[in-house]
């Protein structure tokens, strides 16, 4: 157990519809990062938040978007979803300012239909 | 930009074999160098990283790597593999000195079969 917790496990959207992830973060960690693993692939980095702010982007649209709260715990946010958004979402938290290991959620798999 | 290579998307061996997971990384600077596991359903697990020092480095479970930098390698071994190693394995870099544990890029992964 990583400490890393992110709700809901799984869910089923509809094509153009909207979904809200959510990851609270290992205790003493202010950084939270998010990840898409589209299946048989690696991870891809999607953005970073560090004081409710996005600390760094990937190759991803706008329609991703995030926040970050004050207790560090974490949101994603896709917008008008699409089939190739079908994805295990991963979040990772770590400690900003050291190059000490980032822990990761199990994920939430995320099926577009 | 970073980017990572693994070679081999898919590797058996038999249960007490060598384990050898191939990782060639392209970096402009040195980076700091991770391999995760995987198991099915689950998130990812930190396995061992090399930021700094010694570059043979030990994990968890009986792994370890070693940073060849003239090669640009960070290959993952095990000596006797065991069925529970079964599982994906994602080699990963991140730029140094930048507290960016958690900016990383990953590989498209090695899935490591064990049998009988």
């Known amino acids: 157990e990583t400490g890393v917790t992110q709700s809901p496990t799984h869910l089923i959207k509809t094509r153009g519809q909207q979904v809200t992830l959510r990851c609270s973060s290992q205790?003493?960690?202010?950084?939270v990062s998010w990840y898409q693993q589209a299946l048989g692939q690696g991870p891809q980095f999607i953005f970073q938040y560090y004081r409710e702010e996005e600390n760094g982007r990937g190759n991803f649209p706008p329609r991703f978007s995030g926040l970050q709260f004050p207790n560090y715990s974490s949101e994603l946010n896709v917008n008008a979803l699409e089939l190739d958004d079908s994805a295990l979402y991963l979040c990772?938290?770590?400690?900003?300012?050291?190059?000490?290991?980032?822990?990761f959620g199990q994920g939430t798999r995320l099926t577009v239909v | 930009a970073q980017s990572v290579t693994q070679l081999g998307s898919h590797v058996s061996v038999s249960e007490g074999a060598l384990v050898l997971l191939r990782c060639n990384y392209s970096?402009?600077?040195?980076?700091?160098l991770f391999w995760y596991v995987q198991y099915p359903n689950q998130g990812l697990q930190l396995l061992l990283k090399y930021t700094t020092g010694a570059t043979l480095v030990k994990g968890i479970n009986g792994f370890e790597a070693e940073f060849k930098k003239s090669e640009t390698s960070f290959h993952l071994t095990k000596p006797s593999a065991h069925m529970s190693d079964a599982a994906e394995y994602f080699c990963?870099?991140?730029?140094?000195?930048?507290?960016?544990?958690?900016?990383?890029?990953f590989g498209t992964g090695t899935r490591l079969q064990v049998t009988l």
């Open positions: 990963a870099v991140s730029k140094p000195n930048t507290g960016t544990a958690s900016k990383l890029t």
């Open positions: 970096s402009s600077v040195p980076p700091y």
């Open positions: 990772a938290s770590s400690l900003q300012g050291s190059d000490t290991e980032a822990f």
């Open positions: 205790s003493g960690h202010n950084t």
